[in-house]
C-alpha cells in the first residue's frame, strides 16, 4: 500500500507564494514512473497541474501555470514539492498530490486547501 501525504496549504493574498510538499511511502510495485500535482476547484473538474518523471528530468505544467509552479522531486527522502509564486485567484482549489507505479496504477493524497483571496 502507498501513503502520500501532502502539506503546505493556506490562505494567501493575490502575488503571494506557497511551497507544497507530498511524503510518499510504501511499496510500489514497477517502481515509481511519474509524481504530480492536481487540483480541484469547488463545481470543477479534478485538472493536472505538474508532473514529474521518476528521473526527475521531465516536467510538464499545464499552461495556466507556466512560469510561476515549480515542481520539484527528492529522491532521498521521498518527497515532491511544488512551488508557487504570483498566486492567483484562479489558483484557489484543493490540491492533490499524485504518485502513477511503473504499472500505471495511481496513488492519491488526501488533498491541502489554497486560498488565494486578498
Known amino acids: 500500500q502507498v501513503q502520500l501525504v501532502e502539506s503546505g496549504g493556506g490562505l494567501v493574498q493575490p502575488g503571494g507564494s506557497l511551497r507544497l510538499s507530498c511524503a510518499y511511502r510504501?511499496?510500489?510495485?514497477?517502481?515509481?514512473?511519474?509524481l504530480g500535482w492536481y487540483r480541484q476547484a469547488l463545481g470543477k473538474q479534478r485538472e493536472l497541474v505538474a508532473l514529474?518523471?521518476?528521473?526527475?528530468?521531465?516536467?510538464t505544467y499545464t499552461d495556466s501555470v507556466r512560469g510561476r509552479f515549480t515542481i520539484s522531486r527528492y529522491k532521498g527522502d521521498s518527497t515532491v514539492s511544488l512551488e508557487m509564486n504570483n498566486l492567483k485567484p484562479e489558483d484557489s482549489a484543493v490540491y492533490y498530490c499524485?504518485?502513477?507505479?511503473?504499472?500505471?496504477?495511481?496513488?492519491w493524497g488526501q488533498g491541502t486547501q489554497v486560498t488565494v483571496a486578498s
Open positions: 499524485n504518485l502513477r507505479t511503473g504499472e500505471d496504477v495511481d496513488f
Open positions: 510504501g511499496t510500489m510495485r514497477g517502481g515509481v514512473k511519474s
Open positions: 514529474i518523471d521518476d528521473a526527475g528530468t521531465t516536467r
